[in-house]
Structures are given as structure tokens and as C-alpha cells.
């Protein structure tokens, strides 16, 4: 019986050591500024060429996922955007996108050549 309550026990201890899981980590927000070259419509991704994004990355263009559907569904090809880059750990996601009247040719300037 002693045996049977410590083992109880032991299995009470393990469970509450594998409940502490580790916080999500803190989410990150960058500007973008770029312009919408591609969609992808059934993962909702947009590839943006964008502007260096400040403490992140420099000018490229890269894939990034859509989270809010209502967002994703008034891009277009050739829109020039502001939005913020979210990023939480290995994960990253772009939002609050608002759409520019710049033209297209001139929405990004390419990358000083070096």
C-alpha cells in the first residue's frame, strides 16, 4: 500500500512538472512598405517586394501569410501597401495593411546597387 502511494505520488509530481509549459513568446511588430507582386489564394499568402524593414530585414521580396481573410481578400496584384510584420518565435505574419495610390513602378525603388 506504501508503494502504491508513492507512486501516486511520483506521478502527481511528473504531471505537474510537464503542465509548466514555457509562455508564448512576446510578438514583435515592423512596419513594411512594398508593393504586391503575387497571391496566393487558397493558403492566403502575398508575396510583397518591400522596402528594408527596419530592425528585421532588408529590401527583398518575400512570402508572407495573411492571417485576417477580410485583409487578404482586398489585396490585388500591384498594390502598394503599409503594414506591420508580426512575429512571434518562428512564426511571422503581415496585417493592418492599408493600401497606397502610388503606382506600382513606383511604390518600392529598387535596392541601391553597391
Request: aromatic content about 6%; overall charge negative; charged content about 25%.
Given at each position: 500500500?506504501?508503494?502504491?502511494?508513492?507512486?501516486?505520488l511520483?506521478?502527481?509530481a511528473?504531471?505537474?512538472?510537464?503542465?509548466?509549459?514555457?509562455?508564448?513568446?512576446?510578438?514583435?511588430?515592423?512596419?513594411?512598405h512594398?508593393?504586391?507582386?503575387?497571391?496566393?489564394?487558397?493558403?492566403?499568402?502575398?508575396t510583397?517586394?518591400?522596402?528594408?524593414?527596419?530592425?528585421?530585414?532588408?529590401?527583398m521580396?518575400?512570402?508572407?501569410?495573411v492571417?485576417?481573410?477580410q485583409?487578404?481578400?482586398?489585396?490585388?496584384?500591384?498594390?502598394?501597401?503599409?503594414?506591420?510584420?508580426?512575429?512571434?518565435?518562428?512564426?511571422?505574419?503581415?496585417g493592418?495593411?492599408?493600401?497606397?495610390?502610388?503606382?506600382g513602378?513606383?511604390c518600392?525603388a529598387?535596392?541601391?546597387?553597391?
Amino acid at each position: 500500500m506504501k508503494i502504491a502511494g508513492a507512486a501516486a505520488l511520483l506521478m502527481i509530481a511528473l504531471l505537474a512538472g510537464c503542465a509548466k509549459e514555457k509562455p508564448p513568446e512576446a510578438v514583435k511588430r515592423f512596419s513594411i512598405h512594398g508593393e504586391v507582386m503575387r497571391l496566393d489564394q487558397q493558403d492566403k499568402l502575398a508575396t510583397i517586394r518591400h522596402q528594408k524593414i527596419e530592425g528585421y530585414m532588408e529590401a527583398m521580396t518575400m512570402t508572407f501569410p495573411v492571417k485576417d481573410a477580410q485583409e487578404f481578400s482586398q489585396l490585388q496584384t500591384g498594390n502598394c501597401i503599409d503594414g506591420t510584420v508580426f512575429v512571434q518565435g518562428d512564426s511571422f505574419w503581415v496585417g493592418e495593411i492599408k493600401h497606397l495610390d502610388t503606382p506600382g513602378d513606383h511604390c518600392v525603388a529598387p535596392p541601391a546597387a553597391k
